[in-house]
């Protein structure tokens, strides 16, 4: 990235040397990201990060077919994150139409739902690849199936099908062609990448109108000079993600488990949030009955552990509860539970050290 | 920079500590900033660049205003950069209404058409501080007055008055009371800062619509996380571009008028594009009669010499002429134009060097 932020002023769209060598950079992070996603390079669209992705996987297809004598139907979740439940409340604003299924106990929704929920009229069927909160992860390629099965009997390019990929990229595959997704949203910042930059795949077929206007950058869809060392830093990310991917996931499983298993043990009066199984290996989630979660996060920073309660994005709002949790039929724990979320520093030693500061905190 | 890059992935709107010390530097750089724009600090509201800022401004106050009963009404210049123009189409394809003032030969528009051109539903004015291709500078003072004392005299809020200031910041005052702007767009590419950040100013007053969905952050208007590192380094170039400004635009404004002199003088037949006043210190555009500038710029490199034809943001389109220089009058010189662009490396040994080059391509 150093290497690109230096060669610093040239515009990748100009024509000198320095914008093609900024262009080449370009080129090249787009053609290794899209070997990870197993699409052409060209459905490769570079963006500010996750929030714009989802923006423009969303509003870019409500705008593209709208219309006086069509009322765009959309299909998601009731455990989305934020940056997609906002946007389907502006869709509906601007006179849009959309089914929110509910999730189970494991906060999992059935693809037979999926199916019973399509309309003719019916352009995108939005579901996120793993929680953020609890970690659980969706059906995604038998949601995948089940829509081109309809498409296919129904002759029909529609509905569309779009995955907020951000939480899974590190533990799941994210081959497009596997999943049967037309779009995929992607985060740096959630994979150990650089901030500000993120990318949704687009793929060729799908009919999507942009939502920032400029220079025409990004195929059109996404003007504005392109963050050459943050494109060049998502690429690497991205590669070692993927080269990583087996190793971590396996390692990760092992520490989330040992970790789930030693908070139920110690405090009787705990549940895991969600299920083990179709469960990412970085995510324990955890319902301490009455325990008033906002201070137990701070209470726990003070001896060195970082926990969340409810998604970090609705902890602006003054409703400081998770709605993921309430909607898991547990309502009783969205003010009352702790996450905790590993990576490629966890080890096990540190499971204990949480499990002895949680000791402190809950009586 | 670095220090917050290697914060790394604490979510400033988290609790944890870590996310505190990112929370506590996105609100010191923001002081830092409202300071140089002598505007409060809730009115920054921080972008991933010039181009999110300007379509934040224009079509966040459209959709604020329209509704089935009224059409907004917006005025504009010939001369805006791509991500004022395409903006404006995007207004004029969902109903809105977009008067373009035509510019002299100066490349300037006069606050007594932009007074005329007001009507009852005008609700924004948008002229850009400095020109990208040909430096002209607009009388953003002027039109400022005009339109405060167009509102009290009809005793409303309307229109806002919104400057694109992306290309000034560096040499000119963004005191937005002294300018009168209600709206005023910066990009930390243009100011020596980090890639893929900017701002949009929104004084208090401006109604205006959120255009990216999610957590909530920066007032609604802005949702996505918060790029902490990249919003240090804009802070830190804003602080160095006021600090420098005088002295810089002193340096510099002798080598630009030493540079147009020597050209004028060894090309016959080239004339300035603009003229010497009311021009940024940075640059130096001009025509040479019959010249192709595409093949120009690209021997100029090969002898180290960056030029740019048309602004950077036209040439990803087919259409490779100028059409800023267009405007002025001067058709001929739309596709025979160079333009030169000065900076903190910049010395007047540059020039001669230039014009060395020059010679050698134009024969």
Request: charged share 25%.
């Amino acid at each position: 990235m150093e290497k690109y932020q230096s060669v610093s002023f040239a515009n990748p769209s100009a024509l000198y040397k320095e914008a093609l060598v900024n262009k080449e950079a370009v080129r090249e992070s787009r053609e290794k990201i899209a070997e990870v996603l197993n699409c052409r390079k060209e459905e490769v669209v570079f963006t500010s990060g996750g929030t714009e992705g989802n923006n423009l996987a969303l509003l870019g297809v409500f705008e593209a077919h709208k219309n006086k004598d069509f009322t765009p139907h959309f299909i998601t979740t009731n455990v989305e994150h934020p940056s997609i439940l906002e946007v389907f409340k502006e869709i509906e604003r601007r006179g849009g139409e959309v089914t929110y299924l509910t999730v189970n106990e494991a906060g999992l929704i059935s693809s037979k739902n999926v199916l019973a929920s399509i309309k003719t009229n019916t352009v995108l069927v939005s579901v996120m690849y793993a929680n953020n909160e609890i970690g659980s992860i969706e059906p995604i390629r038998e949601i995948g199936k089940v829509i081109k099965d309809w498409r296919q009997k129904n002759q029909t390019e529609l509905p569309y099908f779009h995955t907020d990929a951000c939480q899974a990229v590190l533990y799941l595959t994210i081959d497009v062609l596997k999943l049967g997704v037309d779009l995929l949203t992607l985060d740096g910042i959630k994979i150990y990448g650089p901030k500000g930059v993120g990318l949704l795949c687009v793929k060729n077929n799908v009919k999507i109108s942009p939502y920032l206007f400029g220079g025409g950058q990004e195929k059109g869809l996404r003007s504005g000079t392109e963050n050459v060392p943050a494109i060049v830093g998502l690429a690497f990310a991205i590669e070692k993600a993927d080269s990583l991917r087996d190793s971590e996931t396996f390692r990760l499983t092992q520490i989330r488990d040992y970790g789930i298993e030693s908070i139920l043990k110690s405090f009787p009066n705990s549940t895991l949030n969600g299920e083990k199984e179709n469960r990412l290996p970085n995510n324990i989630n955890i319902c301490f009955t009455r325990l008033d979660s906002e201070f137990a996060v701070i209470s726990l920073d003070v001896l060195g552990i970082s926990a969340s309660y409810s998604s970090s994005c609705r902890t602006l709002k003054d409703d400081s509860s998770s709605y993921v949790v309430g909607n898991l039929g547990k309502r009783d724990c969205a003010l009352s539970s702790l996450r905790f979320t590993l990576g490629r520093e966890t080890k096990k030693a540190d499971i204990e050290s949480l499990v002895e500061a949680l000791k402190q905190v809950i009586k």
